[in-house]
């Protein structure tokens, strides 16, 4: 991993040793308040199970839609033909940065499916992965207009995910133990 300068914020959580339900909250907040985005939530994947669950999720104000599930759900097989996101990520590929849903690549996104699922209009799609699987997805998002993502907030999200990987599958297998 390159040598980054990480906003302030982000660089006290990252280096504390807080237990995992106080050190994800925290660390979308300050990636929330980083992005300047109206929610950030982070998406856990069981690879080994097919399960996931929303655990955490920061959102700017109250009146915006938050998505939380503290359940284990099985994922449905139909969702890599519907979401070609979630399927570049079990494919451990890099990390998208979606400036405009309303304008994007159908390759890169199913509009329809993100505004039935969703409704943001530019998002960043972080995934978190761990010796070739798919753990988790780290996603920030803005509502009602585009947003160009920054090389820098595209080096600190990319480094972020990198540095979380371990804290969550170490989250995840917990759950299962």
Known sequence: M??????????????????????FPKLLQAVGEFLQCDRCFLYLHNPNLYLGKVAFCWVRT????SIHNEEWVSQPSSLVDEDPMFAAALR??????VE???TADSQI?????????FGHRALIHAHICDDGQL?????????????IWTE????VINNIVEKI????VAYIKSDFH
């Open 2 to 23: 390159s040598q980054l300068n990480f906003p302030p914020a982000i660089t006290n959580i990252l280096e504390s040793d807080l237990p995992a339900d106080i050190f």
């Open 165 to 168: 990987a371990p804290l969550t």
């Open 100 to 102: 405009d849903v309303e």
């Open 135 to 147: 753990w988790g997805v780290l996603q920030p998002c803005i509502f009602n207009h585009p947003r």
């Open 109 to 117: 996104l199913n509009r329809q499916f993100e505004q039935e699922n």
């Open 152 to 155: 820098y907030e595209r080096e």
């Open 92 to 97: 451990t590929q890099p990390s998208i940065f």
């Open 62 to 65: 109250p009146n915006l839609p």
